[in-house]
């Protein structure tokens, strides 16, 4: 990272007389993202990664429309607004034309990989659930695509088998198991699509490290990491809170007897986010809410795969053939999910309320 471009963006907001201290965050498989100070204040500088987003204008008025909207029409405590520049705009462009923003830190915060209590399950789960119940009002007209096809999972089903089809044998022959195992699990994706599901303006990418939490207390402040904030289904935010926040192990994990759905966080997860949507779901949403896991652990398994066999041009790697280990820990997830299936239906009907 060249720190001369922070200086030169950081300009564009603020007169600082010295140079701000960076800290390098390191979550998140996309952005580039930091920390720094200035008068007196800590502030979050990203830089957009223009390989995934191609419109960055796109994505930050999208995120301008979704702070003021929530502002006006919601009472959660913390909102993300961007910073504008000195000329009037919600982004930076550095030296070399890359796209950056700054947002204010919220202090005493921390965003966790693992759940560690179930009360912490509850709670994220509650806060996205409140998050999606004030977004609900929002005109789906407002919202732009920031990607494309995001959670369409039938597309992108078939990108994974043309990337098959291309990479090279000693790929294919380490990936075999788990290449056959989304081709056998594929119908899932089949049926989802056959669903007649409402359009909401969500997520897209509520994992658990985009919930943050108060280092004292351990509430649930905010969703944060609003780049994917589109139009789509609500199905998908529910599973990947559950796809993060149930887990025994972090997505990073490589024993894969040590990743399974754990049903006691599960619970958490429907006691937090069920009554804050229960009123604004129809039947089918109600009726298909373990579809939603299932649906986003098996195409995040596939997403992760189709990185390994293409070369690892998405996500972020620090090692070979780690989006091999992070497919195969999304499968033994999704494989956990099937064992329990009858369980976790029972726990979603017993917390809807009739
Ligand atoms: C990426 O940017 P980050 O780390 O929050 C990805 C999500 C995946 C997630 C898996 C734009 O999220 O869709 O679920 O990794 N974001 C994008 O951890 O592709
Ligand atoms: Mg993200």
Redesign the pocket.
């Known amino acids: 990272m060249n720190f001369r471009h922070l200086d030169y963006v950081i300009a564009q907001f603020f007169d600082v007389s010295t140079s701000p201290v960076f800290k390098v965050l390191s979550?998140?498989?996309?952005?580039d993202t930091f920390c720094f100070s200035a008068n007196g204040r800590e502030y979050i500088l990203q830089k957009i990664?223009r390989d995934?987003?191609r419109t960055p204008e796109v994505l930050m008025q999208n995120m301008v429309t979704v702070a003021e909207y929530l502002q006006r029409n919601s009472d959660l405590p913390h909102i993300l607004f961007p910073l504008f520049n000195k000329q009037g705009a919600c982004y930076a462009q550095d030296l070399e034309g890359a796209f950056w923003r700054v947002l204010p830190y919220i202090p005493n915060s921390y965003a966790p990989d693992v759940v560690t209590t179930i009360g912490q399950a509850e709670a994220a789960a509650n806060m996205l659930g409140r998050f999606l119940a004030a977004l609900k009002g929002l005109n789906t007209s407002r919202i732009q695509d920031?990607?494309t096809g995001?959670h369409n999972s039938i597309n992108r089903y078939a990108v994974f088998d043309q990337v098959v089809g291309r990479s090279s044998l000693d790929l294919r022959k380490k990936a075999g198991k788990s290449i056959l195992a989304i081709r056998q699990y594929y119908p899932l994706f089949k049926e989802i699509q056959e669903l007649s599901l409402p359009k909401w303006v969500v997520h897209?990418?509520p994992?658990i490290?985009?919930v943050l939490f108060d280092q004292t207390s351990h509430e649930a402040l905010c969703m944060i990491?609003w780049?994917?904030i589109m139009v789509g289904s609500i199905l998908t935010d529910f599973g990947?809170m559950v796809?993060?926040a149930c887990s025994s192990a972090s997505?990073e994990e490589k024993d894969l007897d040590k990743i399974f759905l754990r049903p006691d966080f599960f619970e958490a997860c429907c006691k937090g986010f069920l009554p804050a949507v229960q009123h604004l779901l129809t039947e089918v949403e109600q009726n298909h809410l373990l579809d939603g896991v299932k649906w986003?652990v098996l195409e995040?398994t596939m997403?992760?795969l189709t990185d390994f066999l293409d070369d690892n041009h998405?996500?972020?790697t620090s090692y070979p053939d780690q989006n091999l280990f992070?497919a195969n820990n999304q499968l033994a997830l999704y494989r956990s999910i099937l064992a329990q299936e009858q369980e976790l239906h029972q726990i979603i009907q017993q917390n809807l309320v009739t």
């Open positions: 979550q998140g498989h996309i952005n990664n995934v987003f920031t990607i995001f897209n990418d994992k490290s985009n990491d780049d994917t990947d796809r993060t997505e986003i995040q997403r992760f998405y996500y972020k992070r």
